[in-house]
């Protein structure tokens, strides 16, 4: 079965910072690989989808994310974070083809300022 | 493009009433999802339809929880009775044929069971 762990509860930047996200998937094939971002109030929003080729993925909002295959994990990452990226990241884990979508529980991230 | 439509935004009731959320997807839209948010954790699929079928509703509490989509449009997901553990945000999501490569998720509905 597919799961998705995302070890961190919650993340501290400081504003200018760069950030990493972690998550580890668990899917016997070739898993669709997604990064979402939740705002307060708000629906999730995909940031960026893995679902082959270049590992190295681009998103919105200046993230990117890396697909390791050997290591099952799919962080996000952001070089400078700007204090609008405060908010709730999901990642999440597809059957082939994306019909059935699993969430981790989720990473808060906080900047400072 | 207007986006995936969810009412109401939030809703209190007390344990062992009954309450609806609706939801109006993005045209065209073939699949349409129920995820049950708990806070805390992240977003737990209920169900999904693909037009006015359902694909799997493997996690849906079915002594408690119904939902349909019978024009292969909108969709309602009810709760009756409801408990304490029913507190969460109900997001509904959708997405174009062909596969769920991008969900596309409404504002939810915030439920508060007293």
């Known amino acids: 079965a597919q799961s998705v762990t995302q070890p961190d509860i919650h993340i501290t930047v400081s504003e200018g910072a760069s950030l990493e996200l972690r998550c580890n998937y668990s899917?016997?094939?070739?898993?669709?690989l997604f990064w979402y971002v939740q705002s307060p109030g708000q629906g999730l929003q995909l940031l960026l989808k893995?679902?082959?080729?270049?590992?190295l993925v681009q998103g919105i909002k200046g993230f990117e994310a890396e697909f390791k295959r050997s290591q099952s994990s799919f962080n996000l990452r952001k070089p400078s974070v700007h204090w609008s990226d405060a908010a709730e990241y999901f990642c999440a884990v597809g059957d082939t083809g994306g019909f059935k979508t699993i969430f981790g529980a989720g990473t808060r991230l906080f900047v400072k300022a | 493009e207007a986006g995936v439509a969810q009412s109401p935004r939030y809703k209190i009731i007390e344990k062992r009433q009954s309450v609806a959320f609706w939801c109006n997807p993005i045209s065209g839209h073939a699949t349409l999802y129920w995820y049950q948010q708990i806070l805390g954790q992240g977003p737990k699929l209920l169900i999904q339809f693909q037009n006015n079928g359902v694909v799997d509703d493997s996690q849906l509490p079915k002594d408690r929880f119904s939902a349909e989509r019978l024009k292969g449009v909108d969709s309602t997901l009810k709760i009756q009775p409801a408990k304490l553990e029913d507190s969460a945000v109900y997001l509904c999501?959708?997405?174009?044929?062909?596969?769920?490569?991008?969900?596309?998720f409404g504002s939810g509905t915030q439920l508060s069971v007293l």
């Open positions: 999501a959708s997405s174009p044929p062909g596969g769920a490569e991008k969900l596309f």
């Open positions: 893995y679902f082959s080729g270049d590992t």
């Open positions: 899917y016997g094939a070739t898993p669709y």
